[in-house]
Structure formats: structure tokens, C-alpha cells
């Protein structure tokens, strides 16, 4: 982590708390800084990353962080899910801060008492905008808010802002014309942990072998947090040709009080049904049209005795209710893991199963002939374009000069041949 521009109080007193000063103090025990005329106070162990001096820092979700600053190019995220969430917050002027789809923002002219509670977020994050500060501050959390909500409640007006506050960033009324993103593709595509700047997706699209690219778009297990995601960014994408695979990181197969499954099938039922609706909310605020393949990212487990029953009940479930709803289901799990469960169950309820399958085998085989996807051979289960293997992990590539960290799959999907919703191909 780059230097901060923060310096100790007790060494230049009250001289820093000027307008033009946008970074001032912390105290003698590093726990109370200003940023741009608001004097924020800190739990002990927090971090404190500058994104201005330090652009490429991850927006990271799993420690507990004050981040100031507009993001920047998140160069350094890598992973998929984490097991604990931690209190974080991110202050950035209003001033370019971007029009969040995948999380609720409201507007409030004081912080010093946040009477506004925005509704709850299935991926636990919440955004203020502060008019009066002229910043906007986003809350990440584990179990509840209440903790850095209360952070920023106490946060205290020392100057005025360096300029005049301007209109809020949130995304218009009735939100965007719905669109698709999904063009068959039968190719290479990656996914990474945050979505990348324009110039990189463009450059990318040019220089490297990928059509396809999976997008977190929420879920209470998400590592990074995603402030470039926007319904702009996703029809950027689209008119670019770019395959899009939407991800939630739902409730995963470990014990965890705040983003674990629970171990009884009924529990873990429930919780799918939820996810799916979380999921479908984040879709129609990025645009995405119905009849759109949704992924539910489920990480690798190993103790199948335990998992394998609540892990199908909570992806049939998920499909279902994503039926319901009108979009269509599919699933990314590890081969030796959930792909081994769903299929043992696949004929049990046929029709409840993912529409596409995405498995997660890194042999660096990039296929998805039935053994990469460790189905059994010969089988007809996800039989055509209902496929994607993640044949290589967490690995840096550099195309066009770019360099990202990223995850690289075969994707052979085309949701045109999926059939209507909540039907099955059939089967040969």
C-alpha cells in the first residue's frame, strides 16, 4: 500500500483543517483523519489506503478499511468469495462518483444523524450521498451496518468542501432500457475480481483471444466491491460484442454466521430462493434483459457428506425462483465438488437443475468435453451449449500493453438454445 497523505495532528495542530487542504490529520494513535473537510474517527484496526496515490489498490471487502479517493483501475484484486466480511467504508467526492446499479443509494443532507437507512442489500453494502460534505460514502459490512454506519454518523464537518456539491450519483428513475448481453459464444472468456476500466475492456477486445467475461455483480460473499459496475458500463460492453456472464457470490459451504450456507436442506432452500431475488434486483438495475443466464458462484467444498445435500437444495432452489422470475440459472462449482453433487441428483428433479453449467477444474485443459467438466462419460447432463469450464486460476495476463489478474475458461453457452424458461432441452 502506497504512503497516505496523512499527518499527525499533534505535530501541526489545527493549521491543516483548511478548505484547501483535502487530506489533514490523524491523532497520535492514527485513529481520526480529515478528508476533505470531514473529520472522520476510526477503530484501532483499520487501514487507511489513498486510492489517488495508490490507483491501483483493491477496493477490498474482506478487511476493515477506510478508502478515500475515486477508484482506479483495482489492478490488484484477485478472488472470487470470502468467507468473513469486514466493516469497511469509501469516501470519494460526489463529484465523479459513479451511478451504482448493484447496491441502494440514498441521498441525505446531514451525516451526523442517518435517519435514512437505505433498503437492505443482499450483497451488505449501502451508499450515502452526503450534499452537505459534497461526498459520497459507501458502507460495506459483515453482519450489520450498525458498527461503520455508526463511523460515519459520528463523522464531524471541520471545513467547508473544496467546491460546491453537485447533482447525486444514482442511477435514473425506472432504471435503464433492459438489453441483452448474451450473444451465443463458443470460445475463451475470463472473469476478474472487479470490472475493468473501459480502456482495458477495449484493449482487451482488440489484443487478447477472449470474447466472454464473468462480471460480480453481488452477493454476500463478494471479495471486492465494484464501483465501476454500472448500467453504462454494461451496455458499453454489450454494443462491444462482449459476452457477459453475471455472477453472484451467494452464501457459500462453509460455517459462517454472515456468508455461510446453512447445513439443513430447508435453511439452504430458502436462502436460494433469496440469492435468486438479489441476484434478478442487481440484473434489472445493470440492464439485463430477462431470459438472461444468471451465475451463482459456489466455491469448492470437501466435505460432501455435509454440503452435498443443502448445496443442491440451495441451487435448485435458486433456479426456480430464477424461473420464476423470468431469467435463466446456471451454476459455477468445482468439479470435484458441486458438479459431482448436482449431477448425482440431476434426475431427481431434471428440471429444477442449472441451465448452464460452469465448472471449475484447473488442468489447464481448455475444454468442456465431459471429463474436464468431471461429468460422467458419455453423459447427456448439460449436453450442448449449456457448458463453461474454468480451466486456469488466479493468473496475471497482459494484452495490448494491459496487464490484469484474472481466471480463464472455455465457454461453449448459447441461451437462444436453452429452450423456454423453466423447460429442459432435450435430452439425447
Known sequence: MAPIRTLLSGLLGAALLLPVQPYAAADQDGRTLDYRGL??????????????????????????????????????????????????????????????????????????????????????????????????????????PDAVRAVLAQARNVAPPPAPAP?????????????????PFKGEGFDACTAPTQKTMDTWRADSP????????????????QPRLTARWVERQAAAGWHLMPIWVGPQPWH????????DPSEANGQGREAAEGAVEAARSLGLAEGTVLYNDLENYTDRATWDAPVVAYLTAWTDRLHELGFRSAAY?????????????????????????WAARWNLSASVGDAD??????????AGPRRAHQFRGDHDATYGGITLTIDRSRVDVNPAALGPIGGLPPLS
Open 256 to 263: 459462517n454466521a454472515a456468508t455461510g450456507l446453512p447445513t
Open 373 to 382: 467438466m468431471g461429468l460422467p462419460a458419455g453423459t447427456a447432463q448439460w
Open 39 to 144: 473529520r472522520v474517527t476510526l477503530p484501532a484496526d483499520w487501514r487507511v489506503v489513498d486510492l489517488d496515490r495508490n490507483p491501483d489498490a483493491c477496493l477490498r471487502l474482506d478487511l476493515p478499511t477506510l478508502y478515500l479517493g475515486h477508484a482506479g483501475t483495482q489492478a490488484e484484486c484477485t478472488g472470487r468469495a470470502v468467507a468473513g466480511r469486514a466493516d469497511t467504508l469509501h469516501l470519494e467526492p460526489l463529484d465523479g462518483a459513479p451511478e451504482r446499479a448493484d447496491i441502494p443509494t440514498v441521498a441525505v443532507d446531514s451525516r451526523n444523524v442517518l435517519r435514512e437507512i437505505p433498503p437492505r442489500s443482499d450483497s451488505n453494502e449501502l451508499r450515502y450521498a452526503l450534499r452537505r460534505a459534497a461526498l459520497m460514502a459507501t458502507v460495506s459490512y459483515g453482519a450489520t
Open 210 to 225: 477472449f470474447g466472454a467475461i464473468g462480471v460480480y455483480i453481488g452477493g454476500r460473499a463478494r471479495a471486492c466491491a
Open 333 to 357: 462449482v468445482s468439479a470435484s465438488s458441486g458438479v459431482k453433487a448436482l449431477s448425482a441428483h440431476y434426475h431427481q428433479a431434471p428440471q429444477a437443475m442449472p441451465d448452464v453449467l
Open 167 to 183: 447533482a447525486v450519483a444514482v442511477p435514473a428513475a425506472g432504471g435503464p432500457k433492459p438489453r441483452s448481453a448474451q450473444e
